[in-house]
């Protein structure tokens, strides 16, 4: 056949396991040379489902007689403005968005397609509760995918934000209606200035009026699971950072009376900030969370950010026993106190404005129970103040020996 052209043709793709469909319009064909069983050259472009465009220049052949699908192709295919959210590729409900524009070269033969190129989204949302990346996060990517399985492999897969670059690699197979990936993200030593506007995509918003204007982060995470429904675990590390616009020593005043903490200044200094996390789509779960700031101290614990972006972290700070309370009742009870004070409170809130609460529980119960109560009650003359430092904290008073 010398040529063949299809105009404003519409193109239904739908499934077996479900009633969704997709549609694509405006599809327009162009082949000349046609023939079963040689090479021929083909041009393709479509309107793509929810807003954008596909273009696709190539050749084709010679044709599989069992499955078509199977044919050799060579191709290049450019796809512009592709509205991840209302395209129907992935579930509204997962909360992923975003703009996509991609160029990749494809080679087919055989069940087996390699594809090379990269991938640039715009507003990329990636859980619920999150807001649009103010940056585009760019993709260059290496794929071998098996047609006849429906399973890929990401061989080598660059993500970069400004000049922020992660290594991620893995698997990802076509499942029913959702694609489950098991792959591996990877970056070191990552300048946090260029990281900060794509933040809000994984849900993590710095509180109002700050930016972090100094640092490294350093990521290490598995992601694993249907596309809608992934869960990521690993941990993160925050270098000599600096979070300008925020002093958390004003957000400790609560605790000012029992640890000592002074004012620092209108910014926060973060020597390290390491943790190990869990990203799901309710939210964000903090393990071993370990912050260590100059002129604080250190803090440790851990606990949730909700989808909503809610806190509710249990933490303790290790204090010097040379401030506040502590130095008090070394003064009047005679006794040297350690220089580990402990002193737990709670981080509530949001994140784009947390808060700092004692956990008078906690305070009473394991602090002035055990090293600053067997301090007082050591001495005649402050013997009973543990009883007076408790109710004042609104605890419950120690039994007498």
Do not use: C, W
Not at 243 to 256: T, V
């Amino acid at each position: 056949m010398a040529k063949l052209k299809i105009e404003k043709g519409r193109v239904t793709v739908g499934s077996t396991v479900s009633d969704k469909k997709s549609v694509y319009d405006n599809v327009d064909l162009e082949a000349t040379n046609l023939s079963l069983k040689s090479q021929f050259p083909m041009a393709l472009t479509a309107d793509l489902p929810g807003g954008g465009s596909f273009k696709m220049d190539g050749r084709v052949g010679p044709v599989n007689p069992a499955d078509a699908s199977l044919s050799p192709l060579e191709a290049k295919v450019t796809v512009n403005g592709l509205d991840l959210a209302k395209s129907g590729f992935v579930d509204r409900s997962a909360g992923i968005a975003g703009i996509v524009d991609a160029t990749n070269a494809l080679q087919s033969k055989d069940g087996l397609a390699h594809v090379q190129g990269g991938v640039k989204i715009n507003r990329l949302t990636l859980v619920n509760g999150g807001a649009p990346s103010s940056v585009p996060v760019n993709l260059d990517f290496n794929i071998d995918y098996d047609l006849r399985r429906s399973a890929g492999l990401l061989n080598q897969g660059i993500v970069k934000i400004g000049k922020a670059g992660s290594r991620l690699s893995g698997t990802f197979d076509r499942r029913d209606e959702s694609v489950v990936l098991d792959m591996k993200l990877y970056g070191q030593n990552l300048p946090v200035q260029d990281l900060q506007a794509a933040l809000p995509a994984l849900g993590v918003i710095l509180p109002k009026g700050s930016s972090l204007e100094t640092g490294t982060l350093s990521v290490n995470l598995n992601i694993q699971g249907p596309v809608d429904k992934l869960v990521s675990t690993g941990n993160i590390g925050l270098f000599n950072a600096k979070l300008a616009g925020f002093d958390m020593s004003s957000r400790m005043a609560a605790l000012s009376a029992f640890s000592g903490v002074q004012k620092a200044g209108a910014d926060t200094s973060i020597e390290k900030l390491t943790t190990n996390l869990r990203l799901a789509p309710e939210g964000i779960q903090a393990t071993s969370l370990e912050l260590v700031m100059p002129g604080i101290g250190q803090l440790n614990g851990g606990g949730t950010i909700s989808a909503s972006n809610a806190l509710n972290l249990r933490m303790v700070a290790t204090l010097s026993a040379q401030s506040g309370i502590a130095s008090t009742v070394g003064r009047l009870s005679g006794r040297s106190m350690s220089k580990n004070a402990r002193i737990p409170f709670l981080i509530q809130g949001t994140t784009s404005d947390p808060k700092v609460v004692p956990d008078v529980g906690g305070m009473v119960g394991g602090v002035v129970e055990s090293e600053l109560g067997n301090a007082l009650d050591s001495n005649p003359r402050t013997k009973g103040l543990t009883d007076a430092l408790g109710g004042l904290l609104g605890g419950k008073k120690r039994k007498s020996k």
